[in-house]
């Protein structure tokens, strides 16, 4: 039997959680989870310096059976398309124990269980081979999740922990009913790759097709299921809102490349245009939003609408560019707003308070913190030279080749997005100094940087030299483009 | 019948005598036993149940008939029979302390309980209308008791009372039945039934007959449109009854539903249909009514009567799967929801009631062990993965795809997403609220190991279903 590496992965953070569970101190439980969450890490980065880039076919395949009868089955593997968002996943985890340091200060070691129990749920998202071991693991999440936010969350958690469950149950339900019949239809199996070689008749697929969308849309989220996700965002603790915008959002899209495009191509080719059009509305509408928040956490939740709008539109460009741009982006969203979110939490901790009004002159009394605000700023923004602007340029080119207008409607959002980016950093960094009048404000520390550092290396070595990103997800890309153009030529 | 027919006869149902000699043995020592020994009571049932269980699992093989038809040994029976061990056993284990605080204990508890056991264990492999009605009476007349057992308090007489009235109407009802099908067809045995009418499955007569025994039966799993007793009887009766009688009495019922409905006369007309709305309102009623609940036991009564309508679906899908799904359902059910029983019954000490809802106010601060354990028990009545709750709502889904009906699939699963709301509601009492006052749960050791067998029971069956399904899947008859 080969070195089981994505058990490894997939498991640790559940060691580390039933670890931190016997452990007494805070201190201890702290240490213990960034211990298990950056051995996590360099698992991953194992993981990815085994990676056969020049191969589409999934690989660190394990498969153990698990419910013979329901031919049920526990398999795990990787392919240029997941083993980016594991890699993703692992980092997001080490930079949400160091960012709930000292943030959390009461139930250290709750937290930290259910942070390493969603950590491990997560990764078995992105690495399930079986379509009901995923379903687990998708619907399990909102277990610690619902915790995270409403145990450790704002003034307004118990509202916005309701309302993040029931959507995201609610979503999901239509999709376990999807996984059933796609179970009889493929002969009585689960196997995802299996699943993905059957041809189901259109009016089947285009069933499937909206199950499958009410899902994962509530996850991504696309307008108009989108209204959970800032009351969500708003009230989380800063780790939370990292997992939420670095990798819960990723799911949704990352379900649409996973089953809808390969199990259900004629559908995915049809209702192409519609979901384009949705993007390109969550695009507009999300920067919109954006453009008209005073609340610092608000105002880059609105934004992640935006950016998983353009994700959504390269996805059903179906095209290499734009699903390569898509999945690019993806990882560059959760580095950068990843990183937004942290120095969100970062001056919250310091003033608590959100509002951009109070602040201004930012950058006199922190410059090191402002610098660094600046880079993921024009990263979100996706100037060049960054990881975004990269993502972003693939996507549009893929959307302009698939659709003009819808394209050209694309374009306007990334114009938003420099309007309410800009006039954020001018708000709050630039002018004369009230913010120290106001608050004391001391720059970030030792531990902060380490949590921020790897994030701005990616923003830079993404956007100055993608390659080696790029090639893990391109065999994968044409690959599945393959898949959907074979049989996906209309009905 | 001959004398060797008799004994056969005696070897298959030995389990049910045991338990009835155990418990006549017991209603006569109990009254000679010294005050302050009760604890020999809860042992010697204990004792008897492990008998009888010994005496099932020595017998189980294939299918045995006895009694002329009137009762069968098959694993479909053993099944069920285990499920009943397990749900009075522990059921034993919780009663211990709370017969004591609230003043209840004597012998006839334990000796009505096991006599309760009797009937389930005789429904459960009767195979005759007469034989099922037998074991149902013995059944019902035993719980009517026990719910009126906390005699100074008016809404356990009230309760009790309205169980009676109700119980009754619905006997009557379910005899009319069988008096038709007696007169329509000269039998009353279940597979001679379909032999009878032959190839008319479509006769009114028969059709209104099946239709009055339905309603029998209904009354006894609490589905609409004969649930009205059931927040009452819970919310009056002794808190460890209210958890028996959800998991063990229900079984049976289901037990009985099953033999009835899958019986090739009954399959082959258009029951279903029926039992089809009949699951959606019972969910639906279930689910919205619970919403709005503030006593715990009450909200755990709408809970029970929505999980009921998610059951009947299994039996609506039909099939060895469907048979199975509805059994494992029953297992899992069992397993959950003594738990979040027993935790209710633990919270009863000193002046503290544990029936309301906001009592539980931070909870977990207080006590985060338990709450966690409670959480488990609410996110699998939830139907929240990776807990047993999840696997068994999954697999009546399946069973119900695969019959085609996927709009009542799709119908159940939005239903659901209702029903999660009000377990998470508890949810959020216990971890997201600042504690009003202190408690001290009554967590005594026989509590703790009902604890630890439900909880190794819901979140086992979730992350390993394998062994239980096969379990059920074998012990499904039909396939």
Known sequence: ?491 | MTAAALLASILVSLPEIIVIVGSSILLIGGQLLPKGKDALLVWASVAVVLLAALATFTLSGGAEPAYAGMFVADPFSIFFKSLFYLSILLTFLLSRNYADIEGIGGSEYYVLLLLALAGMMIMASATDLLSIYVGLELMVLCTYVLTGFLRRQQRSNEAALKYVILGAVSTGIFLYGVSLVYGLTGTTQLDRMAAAVGNDPLDQGLLLAVVFIVAGLVFKIGAVPFHMWVPDVYEGAPTTITAFMSVGPKAAGFAVILRVFLNPLVASSNVWIILAVIAVVTMALGSFVALVQDNFKRLLAYSSIAHAGFAILGIVAGGADGIASVMLYLLIYTFMNLGIFGAVIMMRNGNFSGEVIEDYSGFAKLHPGLALLMLLYLFSLAGIPPTAGFFAKFYVLVALVERGFVLLAVIAVLLSAVAAYFYIRIVMVMFMREPVRAFEPALTPLVGITLAVTAAGTIGIGLFPAWFLKLAQQSAFGG
């Open chain 1, 1 to 491: 039997m080969a070195f089981p590496l994505l058990s490894l992965i997939v498991f640790v953070p559940a060691a580390g959680a039933a670890v931190v569970m016997l452990l007494r101190s805070d201190e201890a439980v702290r240490w213990a989870a960034l211990g298990f969450t950056l051995l996590d890490v360099a698992l991953a980065i194992a993981m990815l310096s085994g990676f056969n880039t020049g191969s589409s076919e999934m690989q660190f395949v394990e498969k153990h059976p698990w419910v013979p009868a329901l031919s049920i089955t526990f398999a795990l593997g990787v392919d240029g398309i997941s083993a980016l968002f594991v890699f993703l996943t692992a980092l997001l985890g080490s930079v949400s124990v160091l960012a709930s340091w000292i943030a959390i200060d009461r139930k250290v070691k709750q937290f930290m269980v259910c942070l390493l129990a969603m950590q491990t749920l997560m990764l078995g998202v992105f690495t399930a081979l079986d379509l009901f071991l995923f379903y687990v693991c998708w619907e399990a999440m909102l277990i610690p999740m619902y915790l995270i936010i409403g145990v450790w969350g704002g003034d307004g958690r118990v509202y916005a922990a309701f309302k993040f469950f029931l959507y995201t149950l609610a979503g999901s339900l239509l999709f376990l009913i999807g996984v059933i019949v796609l179970y009889f239809e493929g002969g009585r199996t689960f196997d995802i790759l299996a699943l993905m070689a059957l041809d189901l008749p259109f009016d089947i697929q285009s069933w499937l097709f909206f199950a499958f969308l009410v899902a994962f849309a509530v996850k991504v989220p696309m307008v108009p299921l989108h209204t959970w996700l800032p009351d969500a965002h708003v009230q989380a603790p800063t780790a939370g809102s990292i997992i939420l915008a670095g990798v819960l959002l990723k799911m949704g899209a990352y379900g649409f490349l996973r089953f809808s495009l390969p199990m259900l191509p004629e559908a995915s080719v049809y209702y192409s245009t519609l979901m384009m059009a949705l993007s390109a509305l969550a695009i507009v509408y999300g920067g919109l939003l954006a453009l008209a928040q005073d609340d610092l956490k608000k105002l880059v939740a609105y934004s992640s609408i935006s950016h998983m709008g353009f994700v959504t539109l390269g996805i059903f460009a179906l095209n290499p560019l734009g699903l390569q741009g898509s999945i690019l982006q993806m990882f560059n969203h959760g580095v950068t707003t990843g990183a937004l979110f942290l120095f969100v939490g970062l001056i919250y901790e310091r003033t608590h308070s959100r509002s951009i009004a109070d602040y201004g002159g930012l950058m006199k009394v922190a410059p090191v913190y402002t610098g660094f605000l600046a880079l993921f700023v024009l990263s979100s923004m996706a100037l060049p030279g960054t990881n975004a602007f990269v993502g972003e340029l693939l996507v549009l080119s893929g959307g302009f080749a698939a659709n003009l207008t819808l394209g050209a409607v694309a374009v306007l959002g990334a114009l938003l997005s420099a309007a309410y980016l800009l006039g954020m950093y001018r708000k709050v960094a630039l002018g004369p100094a009230t913010v120290g009048a106001r608050f004391k404000v001391r720059d970030v520390n030792g531990r902060e940087l380490v949590a921020i550092l790897p994030l701005a290396v990616f923003v830079l070595w993404v956007g100055f030299y993608p390659k080696p990103f790029l090639a893990i997800i391109d065999s994968s890309v044409t690959h599945l483009l393959q898949q959907v153009h074979d049989r996906g030529n209309g009905p």
